[in-house]
């Protein structure tokens, strides 16, 4: 399998449908642990990238994901912005004047970019963050990787687990991050940004699911 710029777009448009489709109950879960904005920032930062995505002239998939970088940063300022614009940058120096990529591009772009996520934030696993459902994702799509299976199964694995360490978040005390004042009181709610994290997960497992 491998994937066209065009077919690479389409992917991250699709995660922007979801974020947009979850906007309300992303708001919803960080009213309960932080200030309730979470749904509104994402869909803020990922509509930027639609837009950016449409008019892109951007030839190569490394060029469409350091504008998605630069994008998400200038539209979202702070707390997720620069995680994720990290994360974007990472990947994107490794897609670097690729016009199609492969499935081992592809991994390896995740795999950059939650490194990306991981050093930006200084957040570990079981920290209450979206790390915790990266981190099992990225685990998740290394193992069936190495278990020799094709890429939209790789990633069905990957949102499965990111999903299910998202689940998680709600026996978790927050250890960093705004939320992490709440302690004890925020067990039993989910970690907003590992809710987002799981959506993203999924979306681009389903956009797989669809190109392939
Ligand atoms: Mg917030």
């Not at 892109?56 to 998400?72: H, L, N, P, R, W």
């Not at 915790?132 to 278990?147: F, H």
Request: proline share 2%; glycine share 10%.
């Amino acid at each position: 399998m491998k994937l066209t710029v065009t077919e690479w777009k389409e992917l991250f448009c699709l995660i922007a449908e979801r974020i947009e489709e979850n906007k309300d109950r992303l708001s919803e879960l960080d009213r309960a642990v932080g200030d309730g904005d979470h749904g509104v920032t994402m869909s803020i930062g990922w509509q930027a990238i639609v837009k950016k995505l449409e008019e892109s002239q951007g030839a190569d998939c490394g060029a469409v994901c350091k504008e998605m970088a630069m994008t998400f940063l200038n539209a979202v300022g702070s707390s997720v912005g620069p995680l994720y614009a990290t994360a974007f940058l990472r990947g994107a120096s490794l897609l670097q004047g690729k016009e199609e990529l492969t499935e081992e591009d592809v991994v390896a772009f995740w795999q950059a970019a939650v490194s990306g996520i991981q050093e930006r934030g200084k957040a570990q696993i079981g920290d209450k963050t979206m790390l915790d459902a990266w981190l099992p994702a990225m685990q998740a799509l290394e193992q069936a990787r190495m278990q020799g299976r094709g890429l939209a199964e790789c990633m069905e694995e990957a949102a499965a687990a990111g999903e299910q360490g998202m689940k998680a978040t709600a026996l978790l005390v927050p250890q960093v991050g705004r939320s992490s004042r709440l302690g004890e009181r925020a067990v039993g709610h989910l970690d907003p940004g590992a809710a987002s994290a799981s959506i993203i997960l999924t979306a681009f497992a389903e956009g797989l699911r669809k190109t392939t």
